[in-house]
T-cell receptor
Framework: NAGVTQTPKFQVLKTGQSMTLQCAQD?????MYWYRQDPGMGLRLIYY???????DKGEVPNGYNVSRLNKREFSLRLESAAPSQTSVYFC??????????????FGPGTRLTVT | DAKTTQPNSMESNEEEPVHLPCNHS???????IHWYRQLPSQGPEYVIH???SNVNNRMASLAIAEDRKSSTLILHRATLRDAAVYYC???????????FGTGTQLKVEL
C-alpha cells in the first residue's frame, strides 16, 4: 500500500495564480483532511471530508476550496494564490468519522511558495 | 476545544527513557488523548492514543493520570531516530478533527 500520496511535492506560484493540490489514499478510509503548516507552527485544519460527498470547513478555510472526487481522492484548490498561503500542505485520512477514535495517516506534504 | 500544554523542548541521551509530559486540565469525559510525532521534513505520524487506561504499543507507552488532566508519553529507549516534534492532542470527535499545538521538540544525543 502506498498510504497517502500527494502531488506535487514542491510548487512555486506567482501571486494570483491558481493551482490544485492532489491527494489520494489507498486504505479505503472514509475521512480525509487538508492541513497547512507554517514554519515553527503546528498544523492547522483547512477543510475536511468526513465521508464521500461531504466537506466541511476547518480552522483556516479562507482562500481555499476542496473537492472530494471519490472515496480515494480529495483535492485542495487555491483560486488566487497569495503570499500568505506559502506553507507546507499535508493531506491525511482516517478510517471513519464520528466519535470513534482512529489514527490519522498523513501524506509527505506539498511545499508551496507564493511569490 | 480543550487545549493541551507541552514543554517547548526536551533533551535526552540515546538508549535512555524519555518522559514527555502533557497537561490537559479542561479535558472532557469523552475526549481521547492522542500523540503524534513529526520527523524533520515529514508528515506527522501516529504514535499512540488512550482514553482512561495506560496503553502500550510497539512505539511507546502512554500513562494517563487518574483524573485525566495530564498524560505522559514514554519512549523506553530513545534513539537518534526518535528526534522529532511530539504533539499531544485531544481528539474531540465530530469528523475526527485533530487540533495540533506547537508540540515538544525532542533532541536525542549520543
Amino acid at each position: 500500500n502506498a498510504g497517502v500520496t500527494q502531488t506535487p511535492k514542491f510548487q512555486v506560484l506567482k501571486t494570483g495564480q491558481s493551482m490544485t493540490l492532489q491527494c489520494a489514499q489507498d486504505m479505503n478510509h472514509n475521512s480525509m483532511y487538508w492541513y497547512r503548516q507554517d514554519p515553527g507552527m503546528g498544523l492547522r485544519l483547512i477543510y475536511y471530508s468526513a465521508s464521500e460527498g461531504t466537506t466541511d470547513k476547518g480552522e483556516v478555510p479562507n482562500g481555499y476550496n476542496v473537492s472530494r472526487l471519490n472515496k480515494r481522492e480529495f483535492s485542495l484548490r487555491l483560486e488566487s494564490a497569495a503570499p500568505s498561503q506559502t506553507s507546507v500542505y499535508f493531506c491525511a485520512s482516517t478510517q471513519r468519522g464520528g466519535r470513534s477514535s482512529y489514527e490519522q495517516y498523513f501524506g509527505p506534504g506539498t511545499r508551496l511558495t507564493v511569490t | 476545544d480543550a487545549k493541551t500544554t507541552q514543554p517547548n523542548s526536551m533533551e535526552s541521551n540515546e538508549e535512555e527513557p524519555v518522559h514527555l509530559p502533557c497537561n490537559h486540565s479542561t479535558i472532557s469525559g469523552t475526549d481521547y488523548i492522542h500523540w503524534y510525532r513529526q520527523l524533520p521534513s515529514q508528515g506527522p505520524e501516529y504514535v499512540i492514543h488512550g482514553l482512561t487506561s495506560n496503553v502500550n504499543n510497539r512505539m511507546a507507552s502512554l500513562a494517563i493520570a487518574e483524573d485525566r488532566k495530564s498524560s505522559t508519553l514514554i519512549l523506553h529507549r530513545a534513539t537518534l531516530r526518535d528526534a522529532a516534534v511530539y504533539y499531544c492532542i485531544l481528539y474531540t470527535g465530530g469528523g475526527n478533527k485533530l487540533t495540533f499545538g506547537t508540540g515538544t521538540q525532542l533532541k536525542v544525543e549520543l
